[in-house]
């Protein structure tokens, strides 16, 4: 079992800035893919960023230059850096892991409780 504690949420002005940390406990699979997903009212949950086990960088092209994704093996965690924030960013952001054993190819999918992102004046 994975489990996954996120933080650093909360409420920011517009142009403003806040980073997220997502910390993963567990079994923790060598080969993993972490990774943040928001969802606004009445919206469909869409992809934010995410960073595989090499490092491999994803960002979805509406965060591209103001969001930076990393991550530290060392601590199991990935974090999210998030500059230049926009009304539009408001949402509930979620952390993702996805991994499997190099035995398989089965992969073991868990998700962080969400936390909340305010942009307003």
């Known amino acids: 079992q994975v489990q996954l504690v996120e933080s650093g949420g909360g409420l920011v002005q517009p142009g403003g800035s806040l980073r997220l940390s997502c910390a993963a406990s567990?079994?923790?699979?060598?080969?993993?893919?972490m990774g943040w997903y928001r969802q606004a009212p009445e919206k469909q949950r869409e992809l934010v960023a995410s960073?595989?086990?090499?490092?491999?960088?994803n960002y979805a092209d509406s965060v591209k230059g103001r969001f930076t994704i990393s991550r530290d093996n060392a601590k199991n965690t990935v974090y999210l850096q998030m500059n230049s924030l926009k009304p539009g960013d408001t949402a509930v952001y979620y952390c993702?892991?996805?991994?499997?054993?190099?035995?398989?190819?089965?992969?073991?999918?868990?998700w962080g409780q969400g936390t909340l992102v305010t942009v307003s004046s």
């Open positions: 567990g079994n923790i699979f060598s080969i993993n893919d």
């Open positions: 960073i595989s086990s090499g490092d491999s960088t």
């Open positions: 993702n892991y996805r991994g499997r054993s190099i035995f398989s190819s089965r992969w073991l999918e868990v």
